[in-house]
């Protein structure tokens, strides 16, 4: 099957394409790198061509709702739209376990990504995933409080960006399925303690103070409402066994 993948060059989508391609498929990488933009639609009805399924892996760097919202509307109505055209049987949305509990700052583009996919015209699945392994490295990067790191407390039950590749895969190239299982880590890790052992990882070993967000989306990060349910499909690799992957400083 020919396979497109939105965002085939960031931290899931490359796994997806990986995966793909291990599996004798033929995917085709969506990226502004590679000459398309979804935003502006540049390239995009070329690189539709022949496509049996669009995997949707794309994001954006902002926690600001109304910037969340205008991207993934953007995206998503024009990659729907581009299909349509191509004639696609099958787009596959990833998602986060329980936006819908929270649909604050990033999350509010993704309840809107989630409202656009359900209501379209191309038979649609939609894999909810947890926060990945990188989500540590990520806060520790961009969390600071002036020249100060910090740590957002945070219950979160994160999940190998590579296992959910391979899901969005696996998807991809069955029949669509509308809303399937959430996809986690093993078990629940605390936000705090994962950055600073990130930190500590990368040789870091400065003080990282904890610091609830304000706000209802800092409670349902605190209270274990992000968390996922009973019913979701559990990864295998740690967090630890993640980072003990990471390559040493040099």
Known sequence: ???????????????AVAALRAAGHEPVVISRGRGVDVRSTAGLDA????????????????????ESVEFFRETTQNLLAAEARAGV???????IVAIDHAPFGYYAGKVAQEELVGVGEIPWTILRAAQFHEFAAQMYDRAKVGP???APRMRTQPVAAREVGDALAAI??????????????????????MVRAYARA?????????????GAFGRAQ??????PDASA??????????????????
Request: aromatic share 2%; no cysteine; proline share 8%.
């Open 1 to 15: 099957m020919r396979i497109a993948v939105a965002g085939g060059t960031g931290a899931v989508g490359r796994h």
């Open 47 to 66: 690189a539709l061509e022949g496509v049996d399924a669009v995997i949707d892996a794309l994001s954006v760097e902002t926690l600001d709702g109304a």
């Open 89 to 95: 049987g099958h787009h596959v949305a990833l998602s």
């Open 148 to 150: 100060l790191r910090v």
């Open 172 to 193: 991809a190239v069955a029949s669509p399925a509308g809303r399937v299982p959430d996809l986690a880590g093993p078990r629940e890790e605390s936000l705090v303690r």
């Open 202 to 214: 990368i040789g870091s070993h400065g003080w990282i103070p904890a610091v609830p967000v304000p």
């Open 222 to 227: 605190r209270d274990g409402s992000l968390l």
């Open 233 to 250: 499909t559990l990864g295998r690799e740690t967090f630890d066994q993640w980072l003990a992957g990471l390559r040493p400083p040099r």
